[in-house]
C-alpha cells in the first residue's frame, strides 16, 4: 500500500469528514491524529520527526492510503516528494472560524491535560511532546496566543500551497463544497449518501472539561486519605 492522497490543511479544515470521506471512496484506511493517539509506532515516529530526526515515510504510512490532519499535514511537502504520485488535497474554512475552532478545542488540550497521568503513562507524554513540538512550536514558533499571527501562518500555508502545486496535482476543498468536486479530482462516482458532517468539538470540549477535574484528583485521594486517617 502506497499514500495516494496526502492532506495538507491544517486541523479543524473539516479534516475528520475528509477521512470519512476518502475512506468511503476506497482510499483506506486514512491517517489522522486519532492513528497516532492510537498506534504506539506511529507516536514514536512522529516524534521522531518532530526533533528533527529522518525517518521513512514508506514505513510510516504502510498501512495507509491516504492521510489527512496533523501532524502528517506538517509534512506535507516531505510526503509530497516521497510519494509523488499522490495527489494534494488542501481542506480550507473562514479563517476566523478556524481560529476560533482551534483556539477552543485542540489548543486547550496540553494545558489542561493533568501532569500526573502524563508522568505514570510516559507514551501520552511523549505524544504531547510531539504535538507540542509540531504544531504550536513547528508550525506557529509559540504564537498561536496571537490570533492575527496565526491567521496570518493559516493564509500563508493556502498560497505556498497554491505555489508549490500545479492545478491537477491539487484540489482545495471545503466540507461545504460536498462530494463534487473530491470525485471529480479523484475519478471517482459520487456516492448516493450526503457527504460526512463530522464535528468532535463538543467531544473535545467536554474531553477538557473531564481533564480539568482529573488534575485534582491525586490532591482528593490525599485529603480524603488524611482526613479518614485522623478520623
Known amino acids: 500500500m502506497t499514500l495516494k492522497v496526502i492532506g495538507a490543511g491544517f486541523g479543524r479544515t473539516g479534516t475528520l469528514s475528509l477521512k470519512a470521506a476518502l475512506e468511503h471512496l476506497g482510499y483506506g484506511p486514512c491517517h489522522h491524529m486519532k492513528e497516532v493517539m492510537l498506534h504506539n509506532d506511529q507516536a514514536e515516529w512522529f516524534s521522531q520527526a518532530s526533533k528533527g530526526l529522518e525517518v521513512d515515510w514508506h514505513e510510516v504510512f504502510e498501512n495507509y492510503s491516504s492521510a489527512v490532519d496533523w501532524p502528517a499535514a506538517a509534512y506535507y511537502q516531505e510526503l509530497a516528494d516521497t510519494f509523488p504520485e499522490a495527489k494534494i488535497i488542501l481542506g480550507i474554512r473562514d479563517p476566523d472560524t478556524w481560529y476560533k475552532s482551534v483556539n477552543n478545542t485542540i489548543f486547550r488540550v496540553i494545558p489542561n491535560f493533568p501532569k500526573w497521568i502524563r508522568f505514570i503513562f510516559p507514551r501520552s507524554d511523549k505524544v504531547f511532546n510531539m504535538i507540542e513540538k509540531t504544531i504550536w512550536q513547528g508550525e506557529f514558533s509559540g504564537q498561536f496566543k496571537d490570533k492575527e499571527l496565526a491567521i496570518q501562518v493559516y493564509n500563508d500555508r493556502i498560497e505556498t500551497i497554491k505555489k508549490v502545486f500545479p492545478p491537477e496535482r ?16 479523484l475519478d471517482a462516482g459520487i456516492p448516493e449518501t450526503p457527504y460526512p458532517w463530522l464535528n468532535d468539538s463538543s467531544k473535545i470540549k467536554r474531553a477538557i472539561i473531564v481533564m480539568k477535574i482529573m488534575q485534582w484528583l491525586p490532591m482528593t485521594i490525599l485529603v480524603l486519605s488524611i482526613i479518614a486517617i485522623l478520623v
Open 170 to 185: 491539487l484540489l482545495i476543498h471545503s466540507s461545504k463544497d460536498g462530494w463534487e468536486p473530491l470525485c471529480e479530482f
